[in-house]
């Protein structure tokens, strides 16, 4: 019974690996759309989302199978709680790479001087959210704890590209294509929000106790 129990948790542990490659190359790909004015990565986002969606849905059912089959005790128990909780935060972070990639899809390219901020933001997220899912896989709870202090490195870089946006909607006609960056780059920054959330899941799965 246990051995089966370990090769369903095993295939678990396989479905959030691939959907956090999934995402990662959803955020990969909004940055391309963005970067390079591309808006067929832009369209592939998008339809890519679904896909997305129904990974989550494929991990619910074999969370919800796991507790209905083997009523795991304890530190299992947290661990596929835990799952459940990470795949709808996975989701969300699907959502804002979508919105971002609509969001270039309409927005004109004003030229914003601070890309190479918002491609840094992108870059310390996918790594944020890679190791986040890591640290779940490997039950490393300082890996965890590392990605919850590096949130701070978001917010630090959201809050300069929002002071210079602001600077440039009084400076500029084109406020409203400001705005659209600055959404752009709340969405990105809302992404490492949920890395972090995936994050201090995992501290729950390991500790029972939430950060």
């Not at 959030?16 to 759309?33: F, L, Q, T, V, Y």
Request: include cysteine.
């Amino acid at each position: 019974m246990r051995e089966k129990y370990e090769q369903e948790l095993k295939k678990l542990n396989s479905a959030i690996i691939n959907m956090g490659k999934m995402i990662e190359i959803a955020i990969e790909s909004s940055m391309i759309a963005l970067m390079g004015r591309d808006t067929e990565a832009a369209k592939t986002v998008g339809q890519n989302d679904e896909a997305i969606n129904e990974m989550e849905r494929e991990i619910e059912a074999q969370c919800m199978k796991l507790l209905l089959q083997q009523q795991p005790m304890a530190t299992d128990l947290r661990m596929i709680t835990a799952a459940l909780k990470m795949i709808t935060d996975m989701e969300r972070i699907g959502d804002h790479a979508a919105d971002v990639a609509d969001l270039v899809l309409n927005v004109p390219d004003c030229k914003y001087g601070k890309m190479n901020e918002i491609t840094e933001m992108s870059s310390e997220i996918i790594k944020m959210l890679h190791d986040a899912v890591q640290s779940y896989i490997d039950k490393d709870f300082n890996k965890a704890k590392n990605v919850i202090a590096h949130d701070d490195v978001i917010d630090d870089l959201y809050h300069v590209i929002k002071k210079d946006l602001v600077e440039k909607i009084r400076e500029t006609t084109e406020g409203e294509t400001i705005l659209d960056y600055l959404l752009i780059a709340k969405y990105i920054e809302r992404i490492g929000d949920h890395a972090t959330n995936i994050a201090e899941w995992v501290i729950f799965a390991l500790t029972g106790e939430r950060e």
